[in-house]
């Protein structure tokens, strides 16, 4: 079992930073792939950015690249997604996901564990 447990969302300001955060505990962390998505209201939820399970693969949806980046560190345990430049239309939740070692192309019903979520709100 791996539990998933977001956090850094928030309020902040069009042209503002969030770093969001997705804390693992549970065996073979070290195994998963992690995919982080967000959820408009009454929408499906979209993938937006992804890491290999050891860290040399990254993807990105076309609508973050340049201003979310992502990163892990598997001796915390912790996959960061850093975003900046935060536009109104970033306002979702946000969720982070794992998948076995490799997040490109894989669909969301192939995802072992979820997070809770956590709100990230832009706006003036």
């Known amino acids: 079992q791996l539990q998933l447990v977001e956090s850094g969302g928030g309020l902040v300001q069009p042209g503002g930073s969030l770093r969001l955060s997705c804390a693992a505990s549970?065996?073979?962390?070290?195994?998963?792939?992690i995919t982080w998505f967000r959820q408009y209201p009454g929408k499906e939820r979209e993938a937006v950015s992804c890491i290999s399970s050891n860290g040399r693969d990254t993807d990105y949806a076309d609508s973050v690249k340049g201003r979310f980046a992502i990163s892990r560190d598997n001796a915390k345990n912790t996959v960061y997604l850093q975003i900046d430049s935060l536009k109104p239309e970033d306002t979702a939740v946000y969720y982070c996901?794992?998948?076995?070692?490799?997040?490109?192309?894989?669909?969301?019903?192939?995802?072992?564990?979820w997070g809770q979520g956590t709100q990230v709100t832009v706006s003036s």
């Open positions: 549970g065996a073979r962390w070290e195994y998963y792939a």
């Open positions: 996901a794992a998948v076995t070692l490799i997040c490109s192309g894989r669909s969301e019903a192939e995802y072992d564990y």
